[in-house]
Antibody
Framework: QVQLVESGGGLVKPGGSLRLSCAAS????????MNWIRQAPGRGLEWVSY????????YYADSVKGRFTISRDNAKKSLYLQMNNLKAEDTAVYYC??????????????WGQGTLVTVSS | QSALTQPASVSGSPGQSITISCTGT?????????VSWYQQHPGKAPKLIIY???NRPSGVSNRFSGSKSGNTASLTISGLQAEDEADYYC????????????FGTGTKVTVL
């Protein structure tokens, strides 16, 4: 069965950095686009970043552009999110989610359990 | 690009049907048949229940159905059950320059 397991979250000071990882299993990772989606405490869902199956196409939400970098290693079946210059408003549970179709279709078929990132001094 | 607009809460009695609306713009829902819906129970990850406006993934109850008219998409839950009590979010591709995908504000469904 499809499984996505995030790791790397934690407490970090404003201006600090974290690298999130998402380990995939149960499907051919290299065939699917992947996304990072976050949810601030008590708030709604916010799409953060997209990477195509090959890694050649990448998009970011304006709220993180220039600070976050998405990447993937298809050989290791892993997705990453490098987060730099973190701000208090980046505090959220971060989910990795497998894309379900083409870029336009943009549905998130499977989700990990999430990893909590807390930015606080 | 702000979030798609959903009612904050919807309630119904067991066995009833309820409908959740999701209003966007011509830059998202109005231009693309790529609306999806997610169910999220407290403390859990979201679960896909509808994609491409009307399609259900394998294993999702046929009590869930989706539709779209103009800039508004809708999710209907028929035969409401206690386990349907959760938060529901819509999502769509967007032509906005600031986002690739936009989510709705979320709707809390309460089973009375």
């Amino acid at each position: 069965q499809v499984q996505l397991v995030e790791s790397g979250g934690g407490l970090v000071k404003p201006g600090g950095s974290l690298r999130l990882s998402c380990a995939a299993s149960g499907f051919t990772f290299s065939d699917y686009d992947m996304n990072w989606i976050r949810q601030a405490p008590g708030r709604g869902l916010e799409w953060v970043s997209y990477i195509s199956s090959s890694g050649s196409t990448i998009y970011y939400a304006d709220s993180v552009k220039g600070r976050f970098t998405i990447s993937r290693d298809n050989a290791k079946k892993s997705l990453y999110l490098q987060m730099n210059n973190l701000k208090a408003e980046d505090t959220a549970v971060y989910y990795c989610a497998r894309g379900g179709g083409t870029l336009l279709r943009g549905y998130f078929h499977f989700w990990g359990q999430g990893t909590l990132v807390t930015v606080s001094s | 690009q702000s979030a798609l607009t959903q009612p904050a809460s919807v309630s119904g009695s067991p066995g009833q049907s309820i409908t959740i609306s999701c209003t966007g713009t011509g830059g998202d829902i109005g231009s693309y048949n790529y609306v999806s819906w997610y169910q999220q129970h407290p403390g859990k990850a979201p679960k896909l229940i509808i994609y491409d406006v009307t399609n259900r993934p394998s294993g999702v109850s046929n009590r869930f159905s989706g539709s779209k008219s103009g800039n508004t998409a809708s999710l209907t839950i028929s035969g409401l059950q206690a386990e349907d009590e959760a938060d529901y979010y819509c999502s769509s591709y967007t032509s906005s320059s600031t986002l690739l995908y936009v989510f709705g504000t979320g709707t809390k469904v309460t089973v009375l």
